[in-house]
């Protein structure tokens, strides 16, 4: 499996996680307004957790996504 198809599947994973929901590559692409590569995936994926680990901060207490 290539680093693309890694990073792929990570978001995937997450997004799943937190959104109930599974996302294609074509919805990544429409939903966040961008072109896939490895790189995007990778922030795209920090920043979910980063949003969900903020909105979690009040009910849970902070998240550390180093843990990850």
């Known amino acids: 499996m290539n680093e693309f198809m890694i990073a792929l599947e990570s978001f995937q994973n997450v997004h ?3 959104t109930g ?3 294609s590559e074509e ?3 429409n939903k966040y ?3 896939l590569n490895t ?3 990778k922030r795209l994926e920090k920043e979910l957790i980063m949003l969900h680990s ?3 901060a009040h009910t849970v207490g902070l998240f550390n996504p ?3």
């Open 27 to 29: 919805e990544i692409e």
């Open 16 to 18: 799943v996680l937190y």
């Open 54 to 56: 903020v909105a979690l």
């Open 33 to 35: 307004d961008c072109r």
């Open 21 to 23: 929901e599974s996302i």
């Open 39 to 41: 790189l995007t995936l």
């Open 66 to 68: 180093n843990d990850l």
